[in-house]
């Protein structure tokens, strides 16, 4: 997993339950201690709500924005909008 080759190293999840989403990945807590999950930071399937419990949505249709983020709504329950789905900032 990617963790191990950050400085410092941490070792990876056993399971792959999200509380928190970084540049670098995501993270879970086994034992009291960080730990990395997969393979790292992919946009493509990486979403704030991972973190808080919701899944990533597979749309970019946003009815929602909080602090958090972007939301929408897909099988009538909220998700996260994907960090791919993030426009491009434009220069004037």
Do not use: R
Not at 54 to 72: E, F, I, N, R
Not at 80 to 90: F, R, T, V
Request: with cysteine.
């Amino acid at each position: 997993c990617f963790s191990k080759s950050l400085k410092p190293s941490y070792p990876c999840c056993k399971n792959d339950k999200v509380v928190y989403v970084d540049k670098s990945g995501e993270w879970g807590i086994e034992n009291g201690k960080w730990c990395g999950i997969g393979n790292g930071y992919d946009p493509s399937n990486t979403c704030f709500s991972l973190a808080l419990g919701y899944p990533c949505c597979q749309s970019c249709k946003v009815l929602y924005t909080d602090k958090s983020g972007d939301w929408g709504v897909e099988n009538k329950k909220w998700c996260g909008i994907k960090d791919s789905c993030a426009s491009p900032i434009e220069n004037p």
